[in-house]
């Protein structure tokens, strides 16, 4: 069900536009837009980290091997998927991995930046929305919705995980990836507009808070976390540099070798393994008391 943005009563015509209290969105370059102040450089994003991401996410090895466990995810947990949600989809990578995997269900995306939506509409043939994740237009809609590295740019992030559960179906679930450990905290979060790192115990807390229980768990980024934490130290003793750092633009060479480390986690991971520390976390979670 979809839900006005302004007054939340139920939309019931097929547009749109609030009967209730009148309520209607714009659309710009074919993309609905209700959040059309958070469309430019905010609190928390920046939007030239867009153009740089687009050419990054698919091919780079930190995107490649999270949307890999993304799939995992979503494929053990809710193999019967009809329905998913991305809020903070950027230019809709994962979507379009989606939409691969599971060429039936109804994609749906969600993006503050009216740029990343517009390259993102190449992509695939999920509905995008310009929003705001503390304002998820649906109520009862999805079977999952995700949320991958977003929640940790957001202030009011428990805002964020009660509009997924709102628009979460009874039966359904979330599956969230977020930057592990303050402790790693470096200009590459600030040039980001990360609010927070995460601690697995602070994460968990949170979603569960608002409604949630846990069903896995885990960080990744593991077996990389040594030259992550050697790499933090070297960046700390030298001047801050751009918004994207070493560790986005890095060789084919690099990207390859790198990508190995992580296809041998990957491994590990599928074959049950779970790992207490890394540089993310992934957690997949239910609406409680509801079984699929
Ligand atoms: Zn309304």
Redesign the pocket.
Known sequence: MRI??????P?KIDVWA??????QPRVLAGVLCLAPAMMVDHDGFHEPLFVEYEKLEATHFWFVYRRKLILDALQRYFPALRSFMDVGCGTAENLRAIQARFPRARLVGGEASLRALMQGQRKCKAQLLQMDARAIPFAQAFDVLGAFDVIEHVDDDAQVLAEMYRACRNDGGIVLTVPQHPSLWSHMDDAAKHKRRYTRQELVKKVEAAGFEIVDVTSFMTLLLPAMAISRVWQRAKPPGDAMDDGFRIGAAMNGMLGGVCTLEHNLIRAGLRFPAGGSLLLVARKKGWTL
């Open positions: 006005c943005n302004q007054c939340k009563a939309l609030c009967t209730a209290c009148g309520w």
